[in-house]
T-cell receptor, first 112, second 111 residues
Framework: GAGVSQSPRYKVAKRGQDVALRCDPI?????LFWYQQALGQGPEFLTY????????KSGLPSDRFFAERPEGSVSTLKIQRTQQEDSAVYLC??????????FGPGTRLTVT | DAKTTQPPSMDCAEGRAANLPCNHS???????VYWYRQIHSQGPQYIIH???NNETNEMASLIITEDRKSSTLILPHATLRDTAVYYC????????????FGKGTLLTVNP
């Protein structure tokens, strides 16, 4: 079946703009994760949902970052007042509880 | 999560076995070892995981030492498409929780 999809694949934002990144997980996957990957680094955890409940948001770098999954399927990561240091690839992953995570291709965000 | 240590880079000739080591000396008894890889410009891809027994699937084999302080991922016949960054992870909450990737090993398969 279809894997995890993310949109847009590329996003250029001017400093101070708000952005919204979308993740469509694999159908039936209860768990959903967001990661941030800076250039040359490994992915870093941002937040975790089980169904619509956000169980861990300890990795969100500031209160400008907000994630939601209102119906327990599609998730949106929103970044308000973007800064240059927000430039990175944002990865979404989904899984069945207790099983491996499946990752999407990521959204590359460039803040100019 | 248990701390894992991997070499930053390795080379392998096409068609030969690639053996990627990982040290996880602080791993606890109930922490699995997971391996993911990330091909350039793609999201990470799950490869294999294990607890104490050696594991094999269609992608790779995982050899875990008896004391569980280290493991080796084996790609039996590396191809150019196996060139990627390989991450060894020992998440304390299992895979159904956040993964701490580190910097991994860049494996370059040469023709």
């Amino acid at each position: 079946g279809a894997g995890v999809s993310q949109s847009p694949r590329y996003k250029v934002a001017k400093r101070g703009q708000d952005v919204a990144l979308r993740c469509d997980p694999i159908s039936g996957h209860v768990s959903l994760f967001w990661y941030q990957q800076a250039l040359g680094q490994g992915p870093e955890f941002l937040t975790y949902f089980q169904n619509e409940a956000q169980l861990d948001k300890s990795g969100l770098p500031s209160d400008r970052f907000f994630a939601e999954r209102p119906e327990g399927s599609v998730s949106t990561l929103k970044i308000q007042r973007t800064q240059q240091e927000d430039s990175a690839v944002y990865l979404c992953a989904s899984s069945v509880p207790g099983y491996e995570q499946y990752f999407g291709p990521g959204t590359r965000l460039t803040v100019t | 999560d248990a701390k894992t240590t991997q070499p930053p880079s390795m080379d392998c000739a096409e068609g030969r076995a690639a053996n990627l080591p990982c040290n996880h000396s602080t791993i606890s008894g109930n922490e699995y070892v997971y391996w993911y890889r990330q091909i350039h410009s793609q999201g990470p891809q799950y490869i294999i995981h294990g607890l104490k027994n050696n594991e094999t699937n269609e992608m790779a084999s995982l050899i875990i030492t008896e004391d569980r302080k280290s493991s080796t991922l084996i790609l039996p016949h590396a191809t150019l498409r196996d060139t990627a960054v390989y991450y060894c992870i020992a998440p304390s909450g299992g895979s159904n929780y956040k993964l701490t990737f580190g910097k991994g090993t860049l494996l370059t398969v040469n023709p």
